[in-house]
T-cell receptor, first 114, second 116 residues
C-alpha cells in the first residue's frame, strides 16, 4: 500500500502571498495523484488530479500541482491566496490495479490572514 | 444536484453500544467507498461497495465492523460493541456507474463518532 507524507501540518500565510503545500509518496510503477480540499463542515472536494501526460496539472480556484516522478512528489501551489482558501488540504495517491483505494496524507491546515 | 449525504454528522455512543452510519451517494452514483480518519492521521480506506455487493473490504477490521449497500436506500456502516478506539471521523465517497482508471471520488462531510 502507498504511504503519503504531507510535510507541513500547519501553514499560516498572508492574503495575496504565494503558498506551496508539499506531498511525497512511496514509489510505485504508476500512480494516480490527487489533491482534495475540505472547508469547515463540508466534504472533501477535488482540487485537481494527475493521471498521465503533462506533469503540471491545473485545478480549480487557481491551484496547480507538479508531478515529479524522480522525487516521488506532488506539491500543490497557488501564486496568490485569498481568505477563502483557509481550509484543510489533503494529498492522496492510488495505484493499479486497485486504483479506487486512495491513500491519504494527514492533511495540511492553511490559515490565510489579512 | 445534492452531493453525498451522511448522517448523523455527530454520533456519541457508550462503550458496548452499536453505531450505525448512513451514506446516500450522489444521484446516479452506484459505487460507494468508506474511509476512516483517526485523530492526527490521514483517511484510510475501509470498504468498496456496489449495489448489493461488497467489492473490496480489505480495510475493514475483522470483527465488529460491517457494511452494506442495499438495492434501495443508503449505504450503512455498522459498528457493533463500540470501543474507545473506534472514535474517529468516518467519510463516505461515491463515484459514477462506469468507473475509469483514477475515477474521481466525491466525498460527504463525514460522521464524527465519539465513544465514551
Amino acid at each position: 500500500a502507498q504511504s503519503v507524507t504531507q510535510l507541513d501540518s500547519q501553514v499560516p500565510v498572508f492574503e495575496e502571498a504565494p503558498v506551496e503545500l508539499r506531498c511525497n509518496y512511496s514509489s510505485s510503477v504508476s500512480v494516480y495523484l490527487f489533491w482534495y480540499v475540505q472547508y469547515p463542515n463540508q466534504g472533501l472536494q477535488l482540487l485537481l488530479k494527475y493521471l498521465s501526460g503533462s506533469t503540471l496539472v491545473k485545478g480549480i480556484n487557481g491551484f496547480e500541482a507538479e508531478f515529479n516522478k524522480s522525487q516521488t512528489s506532488f506539491h500543490l501551489r497557488k501564486p496568490s491566496v485569498h481568505i477563502s482558501d483557509t481550509a484543510e488540504y489533503f494529498c492522496a495517491v492510488s495505484d493499479n490495479p486497485n486504483d479506487y483505494k486512495l491513500s491519504f496524507g494527514a492533511g495540511t491546515t492553511v490559515t490565510v490572514r489579512a | 444536484n445534492a452531493g453525498v449525504m451522511q448522517n448523523p454528522r455527530h454520533l456519541v455512543r457508550r462503550r458496548g453500544q452499536e453505531a450505525r452510519l448512513r451514506c446516500s451517494p450522489m444521484k446516479g452514483h452506484s459505487h460507494v467507498y468508506w474511509y476512516r480518519q483517526l485523530p492526527e492521521e490521514g483517511l484510510k480506506f475501509m470498504v468498496y461497495l456496489q449495489k448489493e455487493n461488497i467489492i473490496d473490504e480489505s480495510g475493514m477490521p475483522k470483527e465488529r465492523f460491517s457494511a452494506e449497500f442495499p438495492k434501495e436506500g443508503p449505504s450503512i456502516l455498522r459498528i457493533q460493541q463500540v470501543v474507545r478506539g473506534d472514535s474517529a471521523a468516518y467519510f463516505c465517497a461515491s463515484s459514477p456507474p462506469y468507473r475509469t482508471q483514477g475515477e474521481t471520488q466525491y466525498f460527504g462531510p463525514g460522521t464524527r463518532l465519539l465513544v465514551l
